[in-house]
């Protein structure tokens, strides 16, 4: 007779397993995939130890348990997220949103809170993936008009769904490369996460990054910087006169950014994650003595 199966055997099972294979958080990880399959909040699984889990639910958990061992990244296989509050539905057509994003999302939404007087606010966020910052800062700020563009087609669907489930009439989506073209107005902010680890450190990322994110959305192909002269070179002509613009930037770039920035004319900021790591980019236009 086949053992029956109980929350408590299955999460001190599911630890054990996902330790072999090296993979982060064993115990939560096992208990978020069961709380997924029961359809229940994690919280429920301890007062159900006792519980069984039925055949059918235990073949979609083994289906759950088989792609995390192969290093698939968690949320892709939940199909959601949560970020800054929000939860956003995930797929390999997008970078999952990284908690150190919700710090780029949280500057933008309270440096423009604080300057409610201005009248006429347009955000644009480019590279908007599964749209987790331009969602949320529209949430945040529904008198702003906020802009999200992406060169893929799948991560714009992605991020339209996701808008979407916020019912937000202030939030719109584009298909634009931005290497070759730009929009043809002005915002009065920018923000963006670009990508931006160097094609040569490919071969040092997770295997859940390198393996299963879209490599479009990680790297340039390049030295990691290609997006940020991109954007120097642009932002003149897109961003408004006293306009300025916030951008994620990658460990050990914060020097080459500056630089970039400064000799097109802006003047820079930079702002450090929780870890003391340098991690958005501030500038603003330099102002023209007449």
């Not at 020097?255 to 097109?264: G, H, M, S, T, V």
């Amino acid at each position: 007779m086949e053992k029956m199966w109980t929350i408590i055997d299955l999460i001190q099972w599911g630890k054990s397993y996902f330790e072999e294979k090296g993979v982060d958080s064993p115990r939560l990880t096992m208990e978020l995939f069961i709380a997924n399959v029961l359809k229940k909040p994690r919280i429920q699984l301890y007062t159900q130890f006792d519980r069984p889990l039925s055949e059918n639910e235990l073949t979609t958990l083994r289906a759950m348990i088989k792609r995390r061992a192969s290093r698939e990244p968690l949320q892709y296989i939940l199909g959601e997220t949560e970020f800054y509050g929000l939860t956003f539905a995930v797929s390999p057509a997008a970078l999952i949103p990284r908690p150190e994003t919700e710090l780029l999302a949280e500057y933008v939404i309270k440096r423009l809170q604080k300057n409610a007087a201005v009248a006429e606010r347009s955000i644009l966020d480019i590279g908007t993936g599964t749209g987790c910052i331009a969602i949320t800062i529209a949430k945040h700020l529904p008198d702003a008009l906020v802009y999200g563009l992406d060169v893929s087609e799948e991560a714009l669907a992605l991020a339209r769904s996701n808008g979407e489930r916020y019912a937000l009439s202030n939030l719109r989506f584009g298909n634009i490369n931005i290497l070759e073209s730009q929009p043809k107005r002005r915002f009065s902010v920018i923000v963006a996460n670009p990508p931006y680890i160097a094609s040569g450190d490919m071969e040092e990322l997770e295997p859940e990054v390198r393996a299963f994110e879209p490599h479009l959305a990680l790297t340039d192909g390049a030295d990691g910087l290609r997006f940020y002269r991109r954007f120097a070179e642009i932002f003149p002509a897109i961003l408004a006169e006293d306009g300025w613009f916030a951008l994620e930037i990658g460990f050990g770039q914060a020097e080459a950014i500056e630089k970039i920035f400064r000799r097109a004319g802006y003047n820079v900021e930079i702002v450090n994650d929780f870890s003391g790591v340098p991690r958005i980019c501030i500038g603003v236009a330099q102002k023209q003595e007449h």
